[in-house]
């Protein structure tokens, strides 16, 4: 039955109870819709967030994509286009690269050396032509060989090898007086100015140059002694005579032919040779102060020579020695002097410097009188130049 109440527009008034439950449910459902915001919820991930702030137009928008390169989360298209540059910019240098080292230089020639250096390379180029033995491949000589190979061992009294050395001059006798004092004019040129035969490119060359005397003069005693009685002054024979017997002086012909008997002369008092030939060992031991082996044994050797001559007094070329009619000595004082100073600067031992500053030695050598020959310094004249010498180097 329905109950009909006056409605006040003039129609009949229904309650119904299916609306009144309804309402009735409303109101229950609002109560926990309030419940459920006021009590404690789950916080929304980053997507729901966005789901609910979004836009009526939103909805279909295309979402972002993003990197995660552990450290730092980028946008995806910004990676990309960081990536594509880095490969865009190395390309592009890679090929700047390959133009520049394709691409023909034009370089400036040197400059042809000035005359000063020319006449170095002529002047070291002149020993490799004197040289005697077997000559390395790289002898910058073209029409020179091995000579002398039998040079000591030929001799029935030594029977030692004597090969290598010096030539003379255009004979092919090996005067060990003069070419000491070559070598030792040669090592000091270097300790003096080793950086201009560098800039010259001839450093190396003379230190070979050097090495290849001291080498031989090794050979002309017992190097490995302490004590000697005897040192090889010369190799070859030098009579002017004329006779029949050939020589190396007037058998003008290629050493790399000779097949004659090539004497060996032998000194037992020769304190000017012991003395040049010490300082030749002395000063080339300074040059080879790098190699510490080579140089002590070039020290023990120049000490074995300057003990041997000073426990004599006698010039090697005395007694009409074939030496006398080529390179013959007139005094060994100044040998003295000039090779004790050599020996202190190759040592450091003081006494030798006292021994080559010693008023009495430098009066035996000339030092106060003069002479014809006072400051010419030469193979025979060592004075002047242990003058000069100022004990600058260190030992």
Known sequence: MSMYGRDPWGGPLEISHVDS???????????????ALTGTSRPLDETQQSWLLAGPGDQGAKKKKYVDLGCI??????????????????????????????????????PPPDNYTIGLHKALMFFNAQRSGALPKH????????????????????????????????????????????????????IEYSAKYEAAGELAH??????????????????????????AAQVGAGDTSGGPTPNDHYCWMRPEEMDYPRPVF???????????????????????????????????????????????????SAGGSDAAKFYNSTSYWDEFVWGGSWMYLATGNSSYLQLATHPKMAKHAGAFWGGPDYGVLSWDNKLPGAQGNPFKYDA
């Open 139 to 190: 002898n910058n000589v073209s029409w020179r060989g091995n000579s002398g190979m039998k040079d000591g061992i030929s001799d029935d009294s030594v029977r030692r090898s004597l090969v290598g050395g010096y030539y003379d001059a255009g004979d092919a006798i090996k005067f060990n007086f003069p070419a000491a004092f070559s070598m030792t004019m040669l090592s000091w040129s270097v």
């Open 21 to 35: 439950a309804t309402d009735d449910d409303r109101s229950r459902n609002l109560d926990l819709d309030r419940a």
């Open 73 to 110: 989360i980028v946008s995806r298209k910004i990676f990309l286009w960081t990536i594509g540059v880095v490969f865009a910019a190395a390309a592009l240098i890679g090929f700047i690269t390959l133009i520049v080292k394709t691409v023909p230089r034009h370089h400036h020639p040197r």
């Open 266 to 316: 032998e000194c037992h008092d020769c304190s000017d040779l012991a003395a040049e030939m010490a300082a030749a060992l002395a000063a080339a031991s300074i040059v080879f102060k790098d190699s510490k082996t080579y140089s002590q044994k070039l020290v023990r050797g120049a000490s074995t020579l300057w003990k041997f001559g000073r426990s004599q007094r006698a010039r090697y």
């Open 206 to 231: 003379i230190r070979e140059i050097i090495k290849w005397g001291a080498d031989y003069f090794l050979k002309t005693f017992n190097s490995s002694a302490d004590t000697i009685d005897r040192i």
